[in-house]
T-cell receptor, first 114, second 113 residues
Framework: DGGITQSPKYLFRKEGQNVTLSCEQN?????MYWYRQDPGQGLRLIYY???????QKGDIAEGYSVSREKKESFPLTVTSAQKNPTAFYLC?????????????FGAGTRLSVL | GENVEQHPSTLSVQEGDSAVIKCTYS??????FPWYKQELGKGPQLIID?????GEKKDQRIAVTLNKTAKHFSLHITETQPEDSAVYFC????????????FGTGTSLTVIP
């Protein structure tokens, strides 16, 4: 059963703590993305990666970090420098070739601050 | 960079009526325009898309129109049903920014039975 798996579904962060959100895909997609979703603001790009060991900052990268050591995995770390991390986080991927316009999304992780 | 605006932010229609959501974009290099449906607590799912060399595309009750000159595109849902209730997002993808997508702020559609 192919798809994008995000975990956990819900996550709580204490002040000063770093937390990592997982995103795994078994679709053999090259490009992967992280978006942040806040009410009334749509989806804003945090980071994206076109290939393994390469990634680029999006519009709101400050306070976040990523890695892309494997094609299947693109974890996002929300660092203590992100002062307002409460949001819904979405991971997405696009296939290679002519299908690379289509984005497939995971089910999301809701992060809250304790 | 690309700027996508979406209206209205909320929309309520009676079951069976039509719903129209409109988006505008700013970058003439955008050539791909997808629409996503997001149900509560879930990730967005692609429902229809259109490329810049096409003016209209239809899939059963859903259609999308594109006016390149005016830089706007619209989603039309006919014969609405309660299960159409969700948040809908438009997006634009410029041809010259790699694989980056730009999203509208979403429209919350409620279909009243």
């Amino acid at each position: 059963d192919g798809g994008i798996t995000q975990s956990p579904k819900y996550l709580f962060r204490k002040e000063g703590q770093n937390v990592t959100l997982s995103c795994e895909q078994n679709l053999n997609h090259d490009a992967m993305y992280w978006y942040r979703q806040d009410p009334g603001q749509g989806l804003r790009l945090i980071y994206y990666s076109q290939i393994v060991n390469d990634f680029q900052k999006g519009d709101i990268a400050e306070g976040y970090s990523v890695s892309r050591e494997k094609k299947e995995s693109f974890p996002l770390t929300v660092t203590s420098a992100q002062k307002n991390p409460t949001a819904f986080y979405l991971c997405a991927s696009t296939p290679p070739g002519t299908g690379k316009n289509i984005q497939y999304f995971g089910a999301g992780t809701r992060l809250s601050v304790l | 960079g690309e700027n996508v605006e979406q209206h209205p932010s909320t929309l309520s229609v009676q079951e069976g009526d039509s719903a129209v959501i409109k988006c505008t974009y700013s970058d003439s290099a955008s050539n791909y325009f997808p629409w996503y449906k997001q149900e509560l607590g879930k990730g967005p799912q692609l429902i229809i898309d259109i490329r810049s060399n096409v003016g209209e595309k239809k899939d059963q009750r859903i259609a999308v129109t594109l006016n390149k000159t005016a830089k706007h595109f619209s989603l039309h849902i006919t014969e609405t049903q309660p299960e159409d209730s969700a948040v809908y997002f438009c997006a634009a993808k410029p041809s010259n920014t790699g694989n980056q997508f730009y999203f509208g702020t979403g429209t919350s559609l409620t279909v009243i039975p």
